[in-house]
Nanobody, 113 residues
């Protein structure tokens, strides 16, 4: 099983990034997937989740209206479009399945001027 996040980087406040998570070694299309983040010096925070059929999605209140989770089951890839970023969004972003037994190494998002 492998999850590989990418797309992080340094972005100014108000900017946008699109994170990707490439999955392999398991039946991605059958799994509910999530994005979780960890800000410097803080614990893990659930950000968003999406069912296997891309049905109803959920977001933590702090990102509602700014972030959009999506997936492409044909490409075994999970995405997170992040808009209007603020310094509070600075964190390492991880993708994981709903049971949280598959994890990537994360991608660092730094929002700073």
């Amino acid at each position: 099983v492998q999850l590989v996040e990418s797309g992080g980087g340094l972005v100014p406040p108000g900017g946008s990034l699109r994170l990707s998570c490439a999955a392999s070694g398991f039946s991605f299309s059958n799994h509910y997937m999530m994005w979780v983040r960890q800000a410097p010096g803080k614990g893990l925070e659930w950000v968003s989740q999406i069912p296997s059929d891309s049905g109803r999605q959920f977001y933590v209140d702090s990102v509602k209206g700014r972030f959009t989770i999506s997936r492409d089951n044909a490409k075994n890839t999970l995405y997170l479009q992040m808009n209007t970023l603020s310094s509070d969004d600075t964190a390492v972003y991880y993708c994981t399945n709903f049971r949280m037994d598959y994890w990537g190494k994360g991608t660092l998002v730094t929002v700073s001027s």
